[in-house]
């Protein structure tokens, strides 16, 4: 017929209809009572378990085996969650400030999946940190990062007060 779709009748059909669907090759209809959907034509019969997995590795399942939700298991194989595409369409990055240096090579482990929101440091500028925004990047040439940190604090404590 050109679409998927299946010949279906909702009542009995005469011996004449019979010998016309035989000859085109249709085939006899199947008997209907409802075209009701149940859950079990709209389920999904293959599906993904996760344990501990992280949301890049979980994105990467759903791109390459086509999933559309996966569920997620303890380790005794308990029911924890489910995740969809849509859940991971917000922005579930961690917002991290870089403080004591400027570099991604000198960072936790999948600092590159975070949104860096600003940069105290007293190093030299040798980051390799690029941001889609604005973010505070603040450098001195001090003998330690936390004399940066009670300057911003000093500053922030000044601007309340003269503000209260």
């Known amino acids: 017929m050109g679409f998927d779709a299946e010949l279906c009748i909702a009542s009995d059909i005469s011996p004449e209809t019979c010998v016309i669907l035989e000859k085109t090759r249709l085939g006899i209809p199947r008997l209907v009572e409802d075209i009701k959907v149940r859950v079990c034509d709209v ?79 007293h190093h030299r500028v040798s980051g390799d940190v690029e941001t889609h925004t604005p973010i505070i990047y603040r450098i001195e040439p001090v003998g330690a990062t936390n004399t940066i940190i009670w300057r911003i604090a000093r500053e922030r404590y000044r601007d309340t007060e003269e503000h209260s």
């Open 43 to 121: 389920m999904t019969r293959r599906v993904f378990y996760v344990y501990s997995a992280f949301v890049n590795e979980l994105r990467d399942l759903m791109v390459k085996r086509g999933a559309g939700t996966v569920v997620v298991v303890d380790e005794l194989g308990k029911l924890c969650g489910i995740v969809t595409r849509s859940d991971l369409v917000r922005d579930y990055r961690k917002r991290v400030a870089l403080v004591d240096h400027n570099e991604f090579s000198q960072s936790i482990y999948g600092i590159e999946e975070a949104v860096i929101v600003a940069v105290v440091d």
